[in-house]
């Protein structure tokens, strides 16, 4: 049973959201059980400590223990204080109260469990024969010493998925590396220009077949926020929640704009605290960029590539799908999944094998701390984002470029298409 609601034009107050958080906990039947609560780490907007703070007054008394875990994917562990911030409680040796608040361990292949292998025959049919093989299934172990699982997060346009939330909280948010890099690449050979904000999509039906092997009961908060505030919150399975928070994400997190633009500048908030996390800015921007356009991504904050994955993307570099494609007895010994973000950042383009030469809709510029000679190494322009130019063009500029503060989370599209 589907349980929210949800406004276009309007937000949720703090005593609305309460009554629906309540209702939905009144629901479950976790009494003297175990729970883990699976949430966002602090670069995806969310009440998350109004959310905390009711499932801790709903359930702390009910339950034997209520316990949360950051579904990293492969993101960074998060600190004591990082985790103050996230939940609004102090947390002090991964712990508040009686909560545990783990990080997902994604490096340590012993913390998985496999619970299942998802066969090449139906990946073929899910993908529509892009790709074929077996794709075995495996997740944080840590869900074995738990009896119910609570998805709690935010819906997002989303360039591998479509939308982001629901059981993509499983899958990559606790999952092992097999079931991350497919899925990454799958979405990359759709490509985001294309996946996008598109609904339902092949990567989102693999996420559900994989979740589909959880052999516990899973339920789902599923958030929609904006910079004003939360719009929606549904609860119910994690496919029924998603549904309805991609609906309504699909009419409050989408831009329509009538003609493209030369130039996009995003500027990108401190949230995103590497170039793998602020690449959102040309996701999102994409779509609305002229050919022979340019993204330029602002964030003086960001110094680094990828705290996890820098070495690999220095390695690799940034370039347009069929330039791994048409190279994969090359790159195919690299993580899917980074060849899928590189993918991702860099947008169309296309691969000439006999010439070598790789031609790309349009132009990425990173207006970073990130050294203009590591910038060039990996593909990507450079601008100095304290040149006297780009705060003029911040400040001061034509309808042919598009200033987008706070980017990351709404998504741009032309009307026409």
């Known amino acids: 049973m589907l349980i929210g609601n949800g406004f276009k034009d309007r937000t949720l107050s703090e005593t609305e959201t309460a009554a629906i958080v309540e209702q939905a906990l009144r629901t479950l039947p976790v009494d003297g059980k175990r729970v883990l609560v699976l949430i966002p780490d602090g670069t995806r907007s969310m009440p998350m400590p109004l959310m905390f703070c009711l499932l801790q007054d709903a359930l702390a008394r009910r339950v034997a223990a209520l316990d949360f875990l950051i579904a990293l994917g492969t993101h960074q562990p998060m600190s004591d204080a990082q985790k103050t911030h996230l939940i609004g409680r102090l947390v002090t040796d991964g712990q508040t109260g009686r909560s545990i608040i783990f990080n997902h361990e994604w490096g340590n292949p012993a913390n998985f469990t496999t619970i299942g292998v998802i066969p090449a025959k139906e990946i073929s049919q899910i993908t529509q024969g892009m790709l074929a093989m077996d794709v075995p299934v495996s997740l944080n172990r840590l ?38 890099n497919f899925t990454h690449w799958l979405g990359a050979l759709i490509t985001n220009y294309k996946i996008i904000g598109a609904g339902y999509t092949p990567v989102r039906a693999v996420i559900d077949r994989a979740a589909a092997f959880v052999q516990k009961p899973v339920s789902c908060f599923s958030l929609v926020v904006s910079h004003s505030g939360l719009h929606g919150i549904y609860f119910g399975s994690a496919q029924e929640a998603w549904q309805a928070a991609a609906t309504l994400s699909a009419q409050v997190h989408i831009i329509y704009v009538d003609k493209p633009f030369q130039r996009v500048i995003s500027i990108m908030p401190t949230r995103y605290d590497d170039l793998w ?18 993204v330029i991504i602002y964030a003086p904050h960001v110094s680094e590539v990828s705290y996890t ?31 899928a973000h590189s993918t991702h950042l860099r947008g169309l383009g296309s691969y000439d094998e006999r010439t070598g030469i790789e031609s790309l809709r349009i132009r990425v510029t990173l207006a970073t701390g990130i050294p203009e000679e590591r910038c060039k190494k990996i593909g990507l322009g450079y601008l100095d984002p304290h040149s006297e130019w780009l705060q003029q063009e911040i400040n001061t500029h034509d309808e042919s470029t598009l200033v987008v503060p706070e980017a990351g989370e709404m998504l741009y599209r032309l009307r026409s298409l």
Request: glycine share 14%; with cysteine; proline share 6%.
């Open 277 to 294: 996390t602020a690449a959102k800015g040309m996701y999102k921007m994409e779509p609305v960029v002229a050919d022979g356009g340019e």
């Open 309 to 339: 994955h820098g070495r690999l993307l220095d390695e690799v570099g940034y370039h347009c799908r069929d330039f791994f494609v048409k190279q994969w007895d090359r790159y195919q010994g690299y993580p899917s999944g980074i060849l």
């Open 143 to 180: 869900i074995d010493d738990y009896d119910h699982l609570i998805i709690c997060g935010p819906v997002f346009p989303h360039e591998v998925v479509g939308f982001s939330g629901g059981n993509k909280y499983l899958f990559p948010g606790i999952a092992g590396a097999e079931i991350i």
